[in-house]
């Protein structure tokens, strides 16, 4: 195994005893066949129900609309996407030549599909327990937050809400900047919105984190005038 992909692994804080297992789960179908949407289909069924117990427990006042709506919030591409950036999963991927060159490695729907086929992996190898056990450690940060109390969108959803409400464009997102080396990029991203006369900039890890950062700004900024 690779140097890139020992590492992959400490950050899944899973170590795969069969080395082929991981390879399938990052192999895209454009790579070729056998590829990863087998597990990818197996990964989605047992991360639906990790997460829907996990919020079942940790809500126990919730009914069932809410516990379906937060649980979708949590298992959905997006938020996948999300957990392979962490990973820096991109640059594990086995694609296809074309799909190389388009920037498939980048591309959430490939990320997040990626992400539900390593469950199926962790599943298949050392059983359930022990797959629930990862994932919950991987969403521990996003489950502390969860709250019947507060809205489960995230800054970006928000702020989109808030301005169609009043009838104002779209925000309007731009990397300023990228720095840092391909491994540890920081990504800069200034927000442009109607009701402000400057932009507001953000930096974080990845250009989503950033832009939900810079999104989060804004809306103090609106909320606050």
């Given amino acids: 195994m690779s140097q890139r992909f020992q590492r992959l692994q400490d950050c899944l804080g899973y170590r795969f005893r069969d080395d082929a297992q991981l390879e399938l789960a990052l192999t895209h179908r454009s790579f070729g066949s056998p590829n990863n949407e087998r597990l990818e289909f197996l990964g989605d069924s047992i991360l639906n129900f990790i997460i829907g117990e996990a919020l079942y427990r940790k809500l126990p006042e ?7 709506r937060l649980r979708a919030q949590m298992v959905k591409g997006e938020t996948l996407a999300e957990l392979a950036h962490e990973f820096e999963l991109g640059g594990c991927l086995r694609l296809g030549e074309g799909e190389m060159k388009s920037g498939g490695q980048k591309r959430d729907s490939i990320l997040a599909d990626a992400v539900e086929a390593i469950i199926g992996a962790i599943y298949l190898e050392a059983g359930f327990d022990a797959c629930a056990e990862r994932v919950n450690a991987w969403y521990q940060p996003r489950l502390a937050q ?3 109390d507060k809205p489960s969108k995230d800054p970006k959803t928000e702020l989109q809400e808030f ?7 779209l ?4 990397v ?3 720095a840092g080396q391909a491994h ?3 990504f800069t991203i200034a927000c ?9 900039q953000a ?5 989503r984190e950033a832009e939900k950062q810079a999104a989060a700004a804004v809306l103090e900024k609106l909320r606050g005038h």
């Fill in 62 to 68: 919730a009914r069932e609309g809410q516990l379906s």
């Fill in 146 to 148: 969860v709250s019947l």
């Fill in 163 to 169: 301005l169609q409400a009043k009838q104002l464009p």
């Fill in 171 to 174: 925000p309007d997102y731009q």
């Fill in 176 to 178: 300023v900047e990228v």
């Fill in 184 to 186: 540890a990029h920081t």
């Fill in 192 to 200: 442009r919105v109607a009701l402000l006369k400057q932009a507001v």
């Fill in 203 to 207: 930096s974080a890890s990845s250009r």
